[in-house]
């Protein structure tokens, strides 16, 4: 299995800066794209942010200028550098990956269990 593990999150005032963490481990051959979602309370699972093999990166509007993307392929791992936070950021946010466990393996997507961000004075 391929297992995500979220971290950073945490309580912030508006206006200020959290960096997320997600750290893919096990048998894991290849990850193609990396991505965050969030869901807030009573509203759907939104991409929040993605990120190819090749770093081409993609934003949903509301994020776009404030939030950052990026991985370190050899960690397996993909950061959201979320700056100039609002109240509207308030979230669970997950760490989601498309990833082949062998050379022979299809390609599964996998979730992380999330991370809570509340943006609140």
């Known amino acids: 299995q391929v297992q995500l593990v979220e971290s950073g999150g945490g309580l912030v005032q508006p206006g200020g800066s959290l960096r997320l963490s997600c750290a893919a481990s096990?048998?894991?051959?290849?990850?193609?794209?990396m991505g965050w979602y969030r869901q807030a309370p009573g509203k759907q699972r939104e991409l929040v942010a993605s990120?190819?093999?090749?770093?081409?990166?993609n934003y949903a509007d509301s994020v776009k200028g404030r939030f950052t993307i990026s991985r370190d392929n050899a960690k397996n791992t993909v950061y959201l550098q979320m700056n100039i936070l609002k109240t509207e950021d308030t979230a669970g946010y997950y760490c989601n990956a498309n990833a082949k466990r062998t050379i022979l393996s299809t390609w599964s997507n996998y979730w992380g269990q999330g991370t809570q961000v509340t943006v609140s004075s």
């Open positions: 096990g048998m894991i051959f290849s990850i193609s794209d």
């Open positions: 990120i190819s093999s090749g770093r081409s990166t």
